[in-house]
């Protein structure tokens, strides 16, 4: 049945979400306080980056089905798709959550299914939300459903994942459950399990703490490792063969606005009993640190440049949120040490942003790679070691599959102090 849907937040999730409701019929109003965001979109055109996403867009607004505006209207649906930030004292910040639910309340009818989509701490629909929506004088779960519906899919992937992946759906009562489920069945081809809102937004937050708790077991195997003279990525591997094993692979640290940020939501909330989530957040947001100082002992003495290749949080997107190779540009600034960057995925992010890996390479002492893009690895490196000033790199993401013979590759986890007569020069940290 075709609805009449609000989306607030034409972000990394809002955006795709209200095409891909426009995309099978329903009508959806897109609701976003940049107004740049809001004329771009009713011209049919994206402001952010992802596969597919463009004309996906484009589709949905020739169609009528999607349309942009600052403020919302009646709808049958409010989706509830804006950020969630943490603070600097690593807190949820949920000013955000709060001002669209409110932007909501002289709108909202009798019937109308209220679903948030935004990353929340624990107890946020129970403790935050639903008291905002009394405001509206319904009872909810009975004239107002309001559920949790989080969320999960990779950067990238986006368009593919909405669909496929499974789905959860946590209402205040299962009528609330059942209503926002029957949202998203006109167009996920995944399971929609149903469950309570307070176990939903427990069940986010988790498995992005999983994935952040198994890459700092990861990291830290690699600073032990580089102490032991051990190379990391062949035990990885060899560990790996054991059917009930899965190692990540380490890499520079952890960003994006989930892994990065979702465990915090849950230490907020019981600090005395989330020891190891504070501990592999810890161990993670070392890893910048770690980084420098590798660089420092490839290069034996401080570089005077060094090139920074890619500082987006993952591979093959244009999002820089929470990444590390902000922190890394930040040790790089502190220590005095010129750098370029080059990032074919990012436009307008600072002064020394170059306009190729030419140019960032040209005078440079090191590189480092930070973000896994596919354009890296499709590189000769062997072809730009002339115009660097020493041709070392060092590659936090395993980007360089080939042999090189004029660039010294180090890459991280793979300590190897062998450096036999003859061999290729691949000294490696």
Do not use: W
Not at 116 to 142: A, C, M
């Amino acid at each position: 049945m075709k609805k009449k849907i609000c989306v607030l937040g034409m972000g990394y999730i809002g955006l795709p979400t209200s095409a891909m409701f426009a995309n099978h019929g329903h009508e959806v109003i897109g609701v976003d306080v940049n107004e740049n965001v809001v004329g771009a979109l009713n011209h049919g055109e994206i402001t952010i980056e992802e596969p597919g996403l463009q004309g996906f867009v484009r589709s949905a607004v020739e169609k009528g089905n999607l349309r942009a505006q600052s403020q919302p209207e009646k709808a049958d649906v409010y989706i509830i798709a804006v950020p969630t930030p943490i603070s600097q004292e690593q807190k949820a910040d949920l000013s955000y959550v709060e001002a669209a639910t409110n932007a909501i309340v002289p709108f909202v009818c009798s019937g109308n299914i209220v679903i948030v989509e935004s990353t929340i701490p624990p107890r946020t629909i129970t403790d935050v939300v639903n008291p905002i929506l009394k405001q509206t004088g319904l009872e909810l779960g009975t004239e107002l459903y309001v559920a949790h519906c989080p969320e999960r899919v990779l950067p990238g992937q986006i368009l593919i994942e909405l669909v496929h992946n499974n789905r959860i759906v946590g209402g205040i009562n299962d009528i609330s459950a059942h209503k926002a489920a029957e949202v998203y069945q006109s167009f996920v081809k995944g399971e929609i399990y149903k469950t309570d809102a307070t176990s939903a937004e427990m069940a986010k937050l988790m498995e992005n703490t999983f994935r952040d708790v198994n890459i700092a077991l990861a990291n830290e195997l690699t600073m032990i490792s580089e102490r032991l003279g051990v190379n990391a990525l062949e035990v990885i591997k060899m560990a790996n063969k054991h059917p009930r094993v899965n190692i990540h692979q380490p890499g520079p640290g952890v960003g994006g606005h989930c892994i990065a940020v979702d465990p915090y939501f849950i230490i907020e909330k019981a600090p005395e009993e989330a020891k190891m989530i504070m501990l592999a957040r810890e161990i993670n947001n070392s890893m910048p640190i770690f980084v420098v100082d590798q660089m420092h002992k490839i290069c034996h003495v401080n570089p005077r440049k060094v090139a920074v290749l890619g500082i987006t949080y993952k591979g093959n997107i244009d999002d820089v949120r929470e990444s590390p190779a902000l922190e890394i540009l930040e040790i790089l600034q502190n220590e005095g040490i010129l750098f370029s960057i080059y990032d074919p995925h990012v436009k307008h992010f600072h002064e020394r942003l170059a306009q190729s890996l030419e140019e960032a390479l040209t005078g440079a002492d090191c590189a480092v790679i930070l973000a896994d893009h596919n354009e890296f690895k499709q590189v000769n490196y062997d072809d730009l070691a002339r115009l660097m000033s020493t041709p070392i790199i060092l590659d936090t993401k395993n980007c360089i599959s080939s042999p090189c013979i004029k660039m010294q590759v180090h890459r991280l986890g793979n300590y190897d102090n062998r450096l036999m007569e003859g061999e290729v020069v691949e000294k490696v940290y």
